[in-house]
């Protein structure tokens, strides 16, 4: 069973020849694959240190396992033509649920990470029997609608607030109902429904490493991460690795002080969020649930929105120059459950706000328009089991 799941996207890059490292070497092999996207073995060699002896057992290994995609040999001028190898999009398969204070989102995605199919549900607050009969009828939906994921589904991770179980004023739940979180024994749920095994993540982390893998993270080696969902969450890229800490909750910049202009200092969460968009939207008689589950009405909604993106964008602002006076990060990289065309209005206005800011002795960090999109934190999710099975870095 396994609760927090520290998330290393990048390790030392170099193998070892002995057969008791074989594992290890494969799993350098395909990160390296990954990376690289097509790379032939005598590339692939000289990029691990292995032998090229060791990297062309490895390779012919895992082609036979079809993990790997044998690409048009490419002539060269001197020497055997050289054969790319790739990821073969259909060797491995997993899901990822993101279990959200106002949705629940199921993906499958395949060996690179592309998005197979989603299913999503809206909700008021989270009740565990509704999320779960959301699973049970999903998953079983998305294996059956795509039969040759059967079988090579390597598990399921799980994305998830922490303390999923907080705030429930703000999101107007039931204290039973929300407690009820607390002595849930989640992967254990989530695995005796789907019979795999359950990787449990923050959903906000898992966006992030969804981000760094599959979005603008390779960039930078050093960046902070925000997703503004329901409430605004965090990630923390340190040295190309993203950082999860002891508990699974680095990153959690959702509770970061911030200072108002009445004189007084609030939650990031509390000025930040999404839910302060909701709060505007009932208060003039509107259904929030319309911007939830669809992003063109967004644009219907311009007298709520713009407002919002201003006070959001000044607060991401200031908590931006303080993340980069704890740790050095080299830019802030914004994401959430919006359109990209309010993402990008909000990290305009961010880069507005922090541009006349004065910080002695640090650099501030560059604003930065994330790329993974709404779904970061489900696909995040399911990219755990694969990356902690299959890779290195």
Not at 228 to 250: E, W
Not at 279 to 296: C, F, H
Request: net charge negative; proline share 4%; hydrophobic share 45%.
């Amino acid at each position: 069973m396994l609760e927090k799941q520290d998330v290393t996207v990048r390790e030392s890059l170099s193998g070892g020849n002995q057969s008791g490292l074989r594992d290890r070497n494969a799993r350098l092999i395909l990160s390296l694959i990954r990376r690289q996207e097509s790379v032939a073995s005598a590339e692939l060699a000289r990029l691990s240190g292995l032998s090229a002896q060791t990297v062309s057992n490895i390779v012919r290994a895992l082609e036979s396992e079809g993990l790997l995609n044998r690409g048009e040999a490419v002539k060269g001028k001197v020497g055997k033509p050289l054969v790319p190898m790739s990821l073969n999009p259909r060797g491995v398969y997993s899901l990822g649920l993101n279990i959200g204070r106002r949705s629940a989102e199921l993906v499958l995605v395949d060996f690179n990470g592309g998005v197979i199919e989603r299913r999503a549900t809206a909700y008021r607050y989270p009740v565990i029997e509704d999320v779960f009969a959301f699973l049970d009828k999903g998953y079983r939906a998305i294996l059956e609608a795509h039969p040759v994921a059967k079988g090579k589904v390597t598990g399921i991770g799980v994305g998830r607030p922490y303390e999923i179980w907080s705030w429930l004023s703000v999101v107007d739940a039931p204290r039973e109902a929300m407690e009820a979180w607390k002595s849930l024994d989640l992967p254990e749920r989530v695995s005796s429904i789907t019979g795999l095994y359950a990787t449990i993540q923050n959903d906000a982390t898992a966006a992030c490493v969804a981000e760094h893998l599959l979005g603008r993270g390779g960039e930078w080696s050093n960046f902070a991460y925000f997703f503004i969902g329901a409430f605004i969450g965090g990630g923390l890229v340190l040295d190309n690795t993203v950082v999860t800490g002891p508990s699974g909750n680095a990153g959690a910049f959702g509770a970061l002080l911030v200072p108002q202009p009445d004189g007084t200092a609030a939650q990031l969460l509390d000025v930040a969020s999404l839910h302060v968009l909701e709060r505007a939207l009932i208060a003039d008689g509107i259904d929030p649930d319309e911007l939830r589950m669809n992003d063109e009405k967004w644009a219907q909604y311009g007298e709520w929105v713009a407002p919002w993106v201003e006070q959001t964008a000044k607060n991401l602002a200031m908590a931006s120059v303080t993340a980069a006076t704890v740790v050095e990060i080299e830019a802030v990289l914004i994401d959430g459950a919006m359109p990209e065309h309010v993402r990008r209005d909000l990290v305009a206005a961010t880069r507005r706000h922090i541009a006349p800011y004065t910080a002695t002795g640090i650099i501030k960090p560059s604003i930065e328009e994330a790329t993974v999109g709404r779904n970061a934190r489900s696909i995040g999710a399911a990219l755990l089991p694969v990356h902690a099975k299959y890779f290195t870095a």
